[in-house]
């Protein structure tokens, strides 16, 4: 096991940004518009970033896969924005965020990362309200907010309609008008395969046109993914189903590091599974678990309808597990308490699969008109999809894949351990640690790309002001294209009888059995024997219709879903080596009486970062230990 450098600042906690800041090297302005620099996603992450570096006279090429930058996974992101601005006076402040995310992690993170989060995190909202994004305000005019799981303040910041949609908005006009004045390049309908690195360092990308197929090379003085997470490697998930993880997974095929794959999110407030064919989740807000109780009959196999079973047969179980917290328990925990209620047969629903999210007692106690200007839009929705009125009958939810904690290593800089390569947003392995509280993943895109990352570009690029970068006419972009076209040519030739999307579902049940909500020694051991032999399958049965040289969906599907299978795998491998629970990896065989996490700080207080050797089932793994200088490792309680 291996040990490798952070770059952690040096000082107190509360002092390694602003000294890092100050020993930074900086650019001069006349010298900005000597660099280039790729951006690779237009989510929050993304676009935050490039309109930032931008504006401070960076050349910056911007790619989406899309057809405009309008869509991101964060757009589906309803419930708000996390920052320690106290308006209400409960006792929140910089300190009590960092502190909350560390807890609400696991313990599992990079204690002075999540700091710099914190701190940066009044200047999101700042930024934001600047941009015209209309967050909701009280009576006095100050901004509102609410609580989310997993903290004992209101400090979770929102806008009317879906607060994330609004925040892109905000992003992603900033962005526009760096396009129209000639600062941002935009590339559409163009998804990167591939990194090159030369001499050491990440010198540019290959992309391929999804409407021609046309293969190309861009190069640039540093290279930014933001790209997002893996959900989808489960395929049923609350993410689009373009959402993937290829930007990522290509660059840790170059040599870049991918950190902790084994945590991965759970969200505990999704609209249930339908049936079988179903290929994407509705997400319902976490905020609605301000007013809604959480409750399933505590008869197995009730098949009575919510409102003729009384109360003194209901099971509010989250306000008798968690009494401190209720039904605000991070996700991770009031995850797996729903999980075993539905095991038991407490399931509510056609399918016996959901729990209820009761808003009864919060319409009789402060009447409909209040709930309905707090919820209404999101009630509508749920009313157009499930068919029912939730203003009368409780809502059924159930936990799905949301948000993916890991993703490529990156040290203090945002820096991959490829020199000038790096990871923003969901795209790299975090400052979450081994579960996400909500409302912090808005948070994260907006503060790498608007408050970090502009500081840490600027300290690696100066030294190379003056010195001539390779073009993409260099030997290494010819090979990366030439290894590109192979790529998609194979997946032509294979013929076989089966549908990429047929592979991703069935890879997606392995996924979720063994590597979900509960994870075992056999059924991660079982996992990595079906999924080689699925992924030999996929290689030989695999049937790609149409042509490489126009829009081809399934083409483009079947190099993702490929990326899935190895992914898998090493999340499998993840999850099985590391001998402990942990935040939403939970392996049954480390649990406590009470059934919650039981970690093994002596031996797995680390950052696990793998290896590609190009065997998908054997990495080399190396591990960045973790040092607690101010945050005191403790057992996790919100009882």
């Not at 994004?133 to 879906?162: C, H, I, K, M, W």
Request: with cysteine.
């Amino acid at each position: 096991m291996n040990t490798f450098n952070a770059k952690i600042p040096t000082g107190a906690l509360h002092e390694k940004w602003d000294n890092y800041k100050a020993d930074a090297k900086l650019v001069n302005p006349n010298n900005k518009r000597k660099f280039k620099i790729i951006v690779v996603g237009t989510g929050l992450a993304g676009a935050s970033a490039a309109a930032t570096l931008a504006e401070l006279g960076y050349q910056v090429d911007a790619f989406t896969f899309h057809d405009s930058p309008r869509r991101a996974h964060s757009i589906a992101a309803q419930g708000g924005i996390n920052a320690a601005k106290n308006y209400q006076g409960d006792g929140d402040s910089i300190n009590r965020l960092f502190q909350d995310t560390i807890k609400g992690g696991d313990f599992r993170s990079r204690e002075a990362n999540v700091h710099r989060l914190a701190q940066v995190s009044v200047d999101i909202i700042d930024q934001m309200v600047a941009q015209g994004v209309p967050f909701a305000r009280e009576y006095g005019g100050l901004l509102d907010n609410r609580s989310f799981g997993g903290a004992q303040v209101s400090r979770t910041f929102y806008a009317r309609g879906q607060t994330g949609q609004q925040l892109l908005i905000g992003a992603y006009q900033q962005m526009a008008r760096q396009v129209g004045l000639g600062g941002v390049r935009l590339f559409n309908r163009t998804e990167l395969i591939d990194t090159v690195t030369i001499d050491g360092r990440c010198a540019g990308i290959v992309v391929r046109d999804l409407l021609t197929g046309e293969i190309q090379s861009h190069a640039a003085h540093a290279v930014v993914l933001a790209t997002g997470g893996y959900g989808n490697v489960f395929f049923l998930s609350t993410n689009a189903m373009n959402c993937n993880v290829t930007a990522a997974w290509r660059a840790h095929r170059r040599g870049a590091l991918f950190a902790n794959p084994c945590y991965t999110q759970i969200h505990p407030t999704c609209i249930p599974q339908a049936d079988e064919t179903q290929s994407k989740l509705t997400l319902m807000s976490e905020s609605l678990r301000n007013d809604g109780r959480v409750w399933v009959p505590k008869r197995a196999d009730d098949n009575r309808p919510a409102d003729q079973i009384p109360e003194g047969e209901r099971d509010y179980y989250l306000e008798r597990l968690y009494p401190s917290y209720g039904n605000l328990a991070p996700r991770d925990i009031s995850s797996r308490a729903a999980k075993r209620l539905v095991d038991k047969g407490q399931g509510i629903g056609p399918l016996k699969n959901g729990v209820n999210l009761d808003f009864s007692a919060a319409i009789e106690r402060l009447g409909r008109d209040v709930v309905e200007e707090r919820y209404g839009n999101l009630f509508q929705m749920y009313e157009r999809i499930a068919g029912e009125d939730p203003y009368k009958t409780p809502m059924r939810i159930y936990p799905a894949t949301h948000y993916t904690m890991g993703g490529l290593w990156v040290d203090y800089e945002l820096m991959t351990n490829i020199p000038g390569l790096y990871a923003t947003g969901e795209a790299n392995f975090s400052d979450h640690g081994a579960n996400r509280l909500g409302a912090s993943a808005l948070m994260q895109g907006l503060a790498d790309g608007y408050f970090v990352l502009p500081y840490t570009i600027s300290n690696q690029l100066a030294s190379l002001l003056g010195k001539a970068i390779p073009g993409t006419d260099h030997p290494a972009f010819k090979q990366a294209e030439t290894e590109a076209s192979a790529r998609y040519n194979g997946y032509l030739n294979v013929k076989g009888k089966r549908s990429p999307d047929w592979f991703h579902r069935e890879l997606g049940k392995i996924i979720w059995n063994e590597c979900g909500m509960e994870r075992t020694r056999e059924g991660l051991q079982s996992a990595l024997s079906d999924l080689p032999a699925l992924y030999e399958e996929f290689k030989t049965d695999l049937r790609v219709t149409g042509t490489g040289d126009s829009t081809n969906q399934t083409l483009e599907k079947a190099g993702r879903v490929d990326d899935f299978f190895q992914l898998g795998m090493a999340m499998c491998q993840d999850a099985l080596t590391r001998e402990e629970s942990c935040g939403a990896h939970f392996r049954s065989e480390y649990q406590t009486e009470e059934g919650e996490a039981m970690r093994n700080d002596d031996e797995y207080c680390h950052v696990a970062a793998w290896e590609w050797t190009n065997d998908p089932m054997k990495p080399t793994r190396h591990a960045e230990e973790l040092v607690f200088e101010t945050a005191h490792l403790a057992t996790r309680s919100y009882k």
